[in-house]
């Protein structure tokens, strides 16, 4: 039998199941059993790596998934509508004081965290192009704050 034949597969699966590897006649699904978990994990890998690349649109109009993609798409369509929704973010930015940027290799001040950020793309449903720049907040740790 071929390791790969999906008889074999999910006869060794079974075993491993029922506690059957162990046993006379059931040793040599042993060692596809044993891979089982190796195989899973690499096939989550490889469908999140996919969903990563992959290209994604929305309303008919490519999303970039980074700077670099966007300015692509504005020469490509020969407008700069992805680069105007990023000035748009960035003036709203600094008129609100939103980020402090302290400079490269300045001490972060007492009570404050240093955090990364990064922008999200997307479409709107009047087609207009946004661009936010938001903070990584795996980084931080949950608010006490209940407001």
């Given at each position: 039998m071929a390791d790969d034949d999906p008889?074999?597969?999910?006869?060794?699966?079974?075993?491993?199941?029922?506690?059957?590897?162990?046993?006379?006649?059931?040793?040599?699904?042993?060692?596809?059993?044993?891979?089982?978990?190796?195989?899973?994990r690499m096939l989550r890998q490889a469908f999140k790596a996919k969903q990563k690349n992959a290209i994604?649109?929305?309303?008919g109009i490519r999303i970039p998934r980074n700077f670099r993609e966007a300015v692509?798409?504005?020469?490509?369509?020969?407008?700069?509508?992805w680069q105007d929704a990023l000035?748009?973010?960035m003036d709203q930015i600094k008129a609100y004081k939103?980020?402090?940027?302290?400079?490269?290799?300045?001490?972060i001040p007492k009570g404050h965290q240093k955090t990364?950020?990064?922008?999200v793309w997307d479409c709107k449903f009047d087609l207009r192009r946004k661009a936010r720049?938001?903070?990584?907040?795996?980084?931080t740790p949950p608010s006490s704050d209940n407001a």
């Open positions: 008889v074999t597969c999910a006869t060794s699966k079974c075993a491993k199941d029922s506690n059957l590897l162990d046993l006379p006649g059931w040793k040599r699904f042993k060692r596809l059993a044993k891979r089982e978990k190796r195989f899973v994604k649109y929305k309303f692509e798409l504005d020469k490509e369509n020969g407008n700069t509508l000035k748009k973010e939103t980020f402090t940027g302290l400079g490269k290799g300045t001490r990364y950020v990064h922008f720049l938001v903070a990584s907040g795996s980084l």
